[in-house]
Nanobody, 113 residues
Framework: VQLQACGGGLVQPGGSLRLSCVASGSVEPNNIMGWYRQAPGKECEWIARITSGGSTNYADSVKGRFTISRDNTKNTVHLQMNSLKPEDTAVYFC????????WGRGSLVTVSS
């Protein structure tokens, strides 16, 4: 499985960004896709996941601000990020988990005025 993510960039505090990740290859119908991030000098942090059935979970740090969604027909997962804060600055990684786990290349999100 290959994961291709896009949508990072620079945004001002309070702004919004949307990350997307497309899975291709031997994608299994029952899988969990999610997002992690790693801020400079910090450990990798799980932030959200969604099952193929649409059940979602969020880290407390993003709950109420970020929304994860998916389109199973396109093997795509999205992360809508609203009310962004400088502490959301990080490299964001897409994750696919079924029989095996795969990672996408990171997308840099910078929240700064």
């Amino acid at each position: 499985v290959q994961l291709q993510a896009c949508g990072g960039g620079l945004v001002q505090p309070g702004g919004s960004l949307r990350l997307s990740c497309v899975a291709s290859g031997s994608v299994e119908p029952n899988n969990i896709m999610g997002w992690y991030r790693q801020a400079p000098g910090k450990e990798c942090e799980w932030i959200a996941r969604i099952t193929s059935g649409g059940s979602t979970n969020y880290a407390d740090s993003v709950k109420g601000r970020f929304t994860i969604s998916r389109d199973n027909t396109k093997n795509t997962v999205h992360l809508q990020m609203n009310s962004l804060k400088p502490e959301d600055t990080a490299v964001y990684f897409c994750n696919y988990n079924a029989r095996f786990q795969y990672w996408g290349r990171g997308s840099l999100v910078t929240v700064s005025s």
